[in-house]
């Protein structure tokens, strides 16, 4: 059995599940990190000395860092789901995996801190008001990327298209100054028809600690 460590509301952790939802695969997931601890024990030290969640076992394959287990995945499992369809296709998926991993979330994540995860006195105003410049300069990239195609590796989803759209959820679902993004716009509509994203994305995280923490607890 594919079996997954981590809790539901952590977005490398959706990454993983949103994956293999897409390819068909069955899974098991414990519960850890967050509120629930558990990623401190030897015995999870050895799925993942990062202590952090995700980590996957496969047979016997073990795997931390979210995006080799969603490449992992579509290898294995993703032929007609999430695997790129081609060289051109491959070599797409990965630029805005190693994209949205290095460029944007590091540009969305002061705002969520401050905005969903801190205690309000610590709140940034500023840090936030950079951050949100900083996303809107850095989304006209992407809106670039998907001017004249469906999907970020070309005419199908792919695993290219599920980081992102993991961080473009909270993007638009925190009240802040947001771009203006027409095409990631069209592609966020298509990601919401997918049963997939629907149920594991698509989910109210709230707008402050205490509703962070409620939600937390609530998707485990
Ligand atoms: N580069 C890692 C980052 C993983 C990461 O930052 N995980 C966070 C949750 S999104 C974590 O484990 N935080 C501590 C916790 O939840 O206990 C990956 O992509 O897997």
Redesign the pocket.
Known sequence: MFTVWG?AS????QKVLWALKEAGVEYERHTV??QFGG?DTPEYRKLNP?Q???AIQDGTIKL????AIIRYIARKYGAGTIRPRGQRAYALADQWLDWS?LEFNPAIMPIFFNKVRMAPEQYDAAAVARAEKVCIHKLKVIERGLGRKPWLAGRHFSYADVPMGILFWRYKNMDIKHANTKNLDRWFEQLKERPAYRDVVMVDFGSNQAEWAAHEAAVR
């Open positions: 809790r952590s977005s490398n952790v990190g967050g990623t990062n952090i969640v995700p931390f860092e979210s995006n991993a």
